[in-house]
């Protein structure tokens, strides 16, 4: 339960609220406290200089008489003496904390206006205040006024009660609000991460999608994608394996049924000749297709070692184009090159030469007896255009998307003849792209196939 992120969020928030609610709530509460107090204080002491101003323009028994009998009415106490401190009228009997008041004021330092000479209500019975009595300039007397600091407490008291409310009232709005909170905040995650169970457990079909902005938003749209990945990773690798096994299969079958064939004693030698033929050719057919698959398990592992270095175009394109020369002869078919002798680039011969034979010999077996396959090479700012056109039967418009695709065949019922693996653009396009070049096709059916490589320059033309 204590292991809940919501849990976790809750009491995090709860108490950074708590903290905070706690220090505002004390604040408030001093401050209107002191409040109370100070105007209290200044009631007082105003009621007080009231005394004072009439005993000034009438310091008679009379008027003192009537001043002690107004206040005896009253929750104050008022205590009138002479300038020597002698006591005149008090309004009610004196508690021994007034006379400790009255005991400690110095009657010969003489202050020109009021002042509060008692203000500890917390541990004092009585607040008092002292009012001189000032006739003509001269000292007369001085009014003191009492009241007892029970009424600051009733009035403080009534405020903590008025706070503890407040507090109680806001503390549960807090818990809830932060329950509220605390589970929206949550609840995707734990969306999340019940979808990422399922991923694990193999279900790839996962929809997170929502309307959120925020990184929670993203987040999950991220999972949704990462699930869509993982489910067409899923498939491509399942007919990748169901096509590879068919890859295998296939020369197996051959090399297995033809070597059966050899152990039979009434196998003629020219029947022996051509099924060795056949086996080798077989053979030479897996050899190719393993050493492509291995080639592609390092490109997946960034392992494919490219070491660039200066390189002659024409000369790369003319030793390529040497050695397809007899393949392309025996089928009477005409390649020719043109390529400016000056134009070099910063590559990896022996991987770009991999790339133009994996292009030719798509091109001879996809053209026609008698027709041209012209490779040209021309400059484009900092990149070199290398083109392959054939005069072949050209690649359906449909199918020009998936040409660069792992054992994807435009055949699908292909011949001994034309048959390929379905590797080799796709290990001409990683190697092409390692260069940080690029490879495309166009095509039109029964009018031929080009196929464009660019590549940087490299160097000083980078």
């Given at each position: 339960m204590?292991?809940?992120?919501?849990?976790?969020?809750?009491?995090?928030?709860?108490?950074?609220?708590?903290?905070i609610?706690?220090?505002?709530?004390?604040?408030l509460?001093?401050?209107?406290?002191?409040?109370?107090?100070?105007?209290?204080?200044?009631?007082?002491?105003?009621?007080?200089?009231?005394?004072?101003?009439?005993?000034?323009?009438?310091?008679?028994?009379?008027?003192?008489?009537?001043?002690?009998?107004?206040e005896?009415?009253?929750?104050?106490?008022?205590?009138?003496t002479?300038?020597?401190?002698?006591?005149?009228?008090?309004?009610?009997?004196?508690?021994p904390?007034?006379?400790?008041?009255?005991?400690h004021?110095?009657?010969?330092?003489?202050?020109?206006?009021?002042?509060?000479?008692?203000?500890?209500?917390?541990?004092?019975?009585?607040?008092?205040?002292?009012?001189?009595?000032?006739?003509?300039?001269?000292?007369?007397?001085?009014v003191?006024?009492?009241?007892?600091?029970?009424?600051?407490?009733?009035?403080?008291?009534?405020?903590?009660?008025?706070?503890?409310?407040?507090?109680?009232?806001?503390?549960?709005?807090?818990?809830?609000?932060?329950?509220?909170?605390?589970?929206?905040?949550?609840?995707?995650?734990?969306?999340?991460?019940?979808?990422?169970?399922?991923?694990?457990?193999?279900?790839?079909?996962?929809?997170?999608?929502?309307?959120r902005?925020?990184?929670?938003?993203?987040?999950?749209?991220?999972?949704?994608?990462?699930?869509?990945?993982?489910?067409?990773?899923?498939?491509?690798?399942?007919?990748f394996?169901?096509?590879?096994?068919?890859?295998?299969?296939?020369?197996?079958?051959?090399?297995?049924?033809?070597?059966?064939?050899?152990?039979?004693?009434?196998?003629t030698?020219?029947?022996?000749?051509?099924?060795?033929?056949?086996?080798?050719?077989?053979?030479?057919?897996?050899?190719?297709?393993?050493?492509?698959l291995?080639?592609?398990?390092?490109?997946?592992?960034?392992?494919f070692?490219?070491?660039?270095?200066?390189?002659?175009?024409a000369?790369?394109?003319?030793?390529?184009a040497?050695?397809?020369?007899?393949?392309?002869?025996?089928?009477?078919?005409?390649?020719?090159?043109?390529?400016?002798?000056?134009?070099?680039?910063?590559?990896?011969?022996?991987?770009?030469?991999?790339?133009?034979l994996?292009?030719?010999?798509?091109?001879?077996?996809?053209?026609?007896?008698?027709?041209?396959?012209?490779?040209?090479?021309?400059?484009?700012?900092?990149?070199?255009?290398?083109?392959?056109?054939?005069?072949?039967?050209?690649?359906?418009?449909?199918?020009?998307?998936?040409?660069?695709?792992?054992?994807?065949?435009?055949?699908?019922?292909?011949?001994?003849?034309r048959?390929?693996?379905?590797?080799?653009?796709?290990?001409a396009?990683?190697?092409?792209?390692?260069?940080?070049?690029?490879?495309?096709?166009?095509?039109?059916?029964?009018?031929?196939?080009?196929?464009?490589?660019?590549?940087?320059?490299?160097?000083d033309?980078?």
């Amino acid at each position: 339960m204590f292991n809940k992120l919501s849990l976790k969020i809750g009491m995090l928030f709860f108490i950074f609220i708590l903290i905070i609610q706690a220090f505002l709530f004390a604040t408030l509460y001093v401050t209107l406290v002191n409040e109370r107090v100070d105007r209290v204080l200044d009631s007082l002491l105003a009621r007080g200089e009231t005394h004072s101003e009439v005993l000034a323009d009438s310091f008679e028994e009379v008027t003192l008489k009537h001043v002690g009998m107004m206040e005896a009415a009253t929750n104050f106490i008022v205590v009138i003496t002479d300038a020597s401190g002698e006591i005149l009228v008090n309004s009610d009997a004196l508690e021994p904390e007034m006379l400790a008041v009255l005991q400690h004021t110095d009657f010969k330092k003489v202050s020109t206006k009021g002042e509060i000479v008692e203000e500890d209500w917390k541990t004092k019975r009585y607040i008092a205040t002292d009012s001189p009595i000032t006739i003509d300039g001269q000292h007369a007397g001085h009014v003191f006024m009492f009241s007892p600091t029970d009424n600051i407490e009733r009035v403080v008291g009534h405020l903590k009660n008025q706070f503890l409310l407040v507090a109680l009232i806001a503390l549960v709005l807090t818990i809830i609000t932060i329950l509220l909170l605390s589970r929206f905040i949550t609840l995707p995650l734990i969306r999340m991460k019940e979808a990422t169970e399922q991923l694990s457990q193999g279900n790839n079909q996962v929809d997170l999608s929502n309307e959120r902005n925020d990184e929670l938003g993203e987040l999950a749209n991220a999972i949704t994608k990462l699930s869509t990945d993982l489910d067409r990773l899923k498939k491509a690798r399942n007919e990748f394996l169901s096509s590879i096994s068919h890859e295998l299969r296939t020369p197996l079958t051959y090399i297995k049924g033809y070597a059966d064939i050899l152990e039979r004693g009434d196998t003629t030698e020219r029947e022996r000749e051509e099924y060795l033929s056949i086996i080798r050719e077989e053979t030479a057919h897996l050899t190719s297709l393993i050493g492509n698959l291995f080639d592609l398990a390092k490109l997946d592992r960034n392992q494919f070692a490219i070491e660039q270095k200066k390189v002659s175009i024409a000369e790369l394109l003319n030793s390529v184009a040497l050695l397809v020369k007899p393949a392309f002869e025996e089928k009477q078919i005409t390649l020719s090159v043109q390529c400016s002798e000056d134009l070099q680039a910063y590559v990896d011969s022996e991987r770009i030469q991999q790339v133009l034979l994996n292009i030719l010999d798509n091109a001879r077996k996809h053209s026609f007896s008698g027709s041209d396959v012209r490779i040209t090479c021309t400059e484009e700012e900092n990149k070199i255009a290398i083109r392959i056109r054939d005069e072949g039967q050209g690649i359906p418009e449909d199918e020009l998307p998936f040409v660069f695709d792992r054992l994807y065949r435009v055949e699908k019922s292909r011949s001994r003849e034309r048959g390929g693996s379905g590797l080799g653009l796709a290990i001409a396009k990683e190697i092409v792209e390692s260069h940080g070049g690029q490879i495309n096709i166009d095509s039109q059916v029964g009018e031929g196939t080009t196929v464009t490589v660019r590549l940087k320059r490299g160097g000083d033309h980078s």
